[in-house]
């Protein structure tokens, strides 16, 4: 493409992290140095290198709030003094979220259509109408208006990065989502008759759906591949969560985990949710002695949307469990206030003989789950306190907290959870029964025991 200013030739860093038991190398396109990098930027390239053999003058996206496609599309447009339009859905819940991606958009003048997934292809096709009646001609990235016909091009990036990669790994992971990128990595591999088993792990479709768009895809490159069977596509849905967007515990400690101890930013849209896909398949199936490739397919806008947002995390400093029990404390019944509990020995008896976690939203915690882990007798774990500031009940986040503390608990080689609520806090007993408590005893007067058999799921995803 012409004035590019080179960055189609552009070659992102590989390098190792340590692994006990494979040898684990990093392709940083996040690195990639335009517009936060990754590999929609490459993709995004190719379809302006497109649009200008084809004689058009105007890109129309497609993609949510979060879409770093259309960050890049949207950035280079501008770079390149073309019109662009971005036609954005909205969440499958129907809401709309503001984003580093999308304030990008909005920075580089490109501008938002935004639709419910049920009514794309209308929106598409009056999109394209009214750029026309403007005297544009326009180049849909995706094709027509039911997002078919374009395949090939944005499937040449990986088909090209390839060509760096080849020959060196058994096995080549990566974030699979619209499946532009796998798609490429299958063809150059085709091509050139390589052996790496390349495996996508799912951001949002079922394996069988994503399959199924793939082998759709690899038919643009026919004339230079054989035909790739089904079974010779390697896609893992096992890490989807609820579906696009959304994570679990895991994803969350797998991203601390990488930035504290790699330095390496990822996100839970996309390569937080695969990164811990990829580490949970070579566990699950006893990998060792191999090499293997995670290609980071960027997305550093949507690491810092995560670092802005609410995160879970483990307290142990005296001061700051005492600051979570007297914001939260107030949210129990009856507050431990009214209870005439002295606060600083509740934080400081936490903190010496047992465990706090507390959710933070600007530094601020919103929600706090502690107890105790030391009757090995019983093997039982005593839940102490558990709350969550007003204004965040509804977001799962006594979900997060019980999870967490499960989790922990049987780390310890606990077989149960047993707390204390009163006996007319009715909203609390539900709660509790949803998560699977039961009530066993009276604990006195005006309060009941509840209990809960744990399950050791070998570290799976809780479904709270």
């Not at 003094?81 to 809401?95: L, N, Q, R, V």
């Not at 066993?440 to 509840?450: F, G, K, P, V």
Request: aromatic share 10%.
């Amino acid at each position: 493409m012409q004035d590019d200013f080179g960055l189609m030739q552009i070659k992102t860093p590989v390098i190792q992290i340590p692994d006990e038991k494979n040898s684990i190398y990093i392709k940083r396109d996040d690195l990639f140095p335009f517009s936060f990098g990754g590999n929609k930027v490459r993709i995004a390239l190719e379809f302006i290198n497109d649009m200008k053999k084809q004689g058009k003058d105007c890109i129309v996206g497609y993609g949510n709030a979060r879409s770093n496609l259309s960050r890049a599309l949207a950035n280079l447009c501008y770079q390149f003094k073309i019109p662009c339009h971005i036609i954005s859905p909205a969440d499958e819940d129907g809401t709309r979220i503001d984003t580093y991606n999308s304030k990008m958009v909005l920075s580089c003048d490109a501008k938002f259509h935004y639709c419910r997934k049920t009514n794309v292809k209308e929106t598409v096709e009056s999109v394209l109408n009214d750029i026309r009646k403007e005297g544009l001609k326009p180049y849909y990235i995706y094709g027509d208006s039911t997002g078919k016909g374009n395949e090939h091009t944005p499937m040449l990036a990986y088909a090209k990065l390839y060509e760096e990669i080849k020959g060196q790994y058994d096995y080549i992971f990566l974030a699979t989502g619209t499946g532009m990128t796998q798609g490429g990595l299958l063809a150059g591999k085709a091509i050139n008759n390589g052996t790496e088993k390349i495996i996508g792990i799912s951001v949002a479709r079922s394996a069988a759906q994503e399959i199924e768009v793939l082998l759709k895809s690899l038919e643009c490159f026919s004339d230079r591949i054989q035909k790739i069977e089904n079974y010779e596509i390697n896609v893992e849905d096992a890490y989807l969560c609820d579906g696009y967007g959304t994570y679990n515990r895991q994803i969350e400690k797998t991203i601390h985990q990488q930035l504290t101890c790699n330095g390496m930013p990822l996100d839970p849209t996309y390569t937080g949710k695969a990164f811990w896909g990829m580490q949970d398949y070579l566990n699950r199936k006893c990998i060792t002695g191999k090499k293997v490739l995670f290609i980071h397919t960027g997305g550093t806008p949507l690491f810092f949307d995560y670092m802005n947002g609410i995160q879970l995390r483990e307290v142990s400093d005296n001061n700051a469990v005492e600051e979570a029990v007297e914001r939260l404390e107030i949210m129990l019944v009856p507050s431990l206030s009214e209870r005439d509990v002295n606060l600083a020995q509740y934080a400081e008896k936490l903190c010496i003989h047992g465990r706090v976690w507390c959710h933070y939203d600007m530094g601020k915690p919103v929600s706090i789950i502690a107890g105790y882990f030391n009757d090995m007798t019983s093997q039982t774990a005593y839940l102490s306190m558990l709350a969550v500031a007003k204004e965040y009940q509804g977001k799962k986040l006594a979900s997060s907290l019980l999870s967490e503390f499960e989790d922990y608990a049987i780390q310890k080689g606990m077989a149960y959870v047993k707390l204390e609520v009163r006996k007319h806090n009715t909203a609390a007993q539900n709660l509790y029964r949803k998560f699977g408590y039961e009530i066993i005893d009276e604990a006195s007067e005006t309060s009941l025991y509840m209990k809960k058999k744990l399950k050791n799921i070998g570290g799976g995803e809780r479904n709270l």
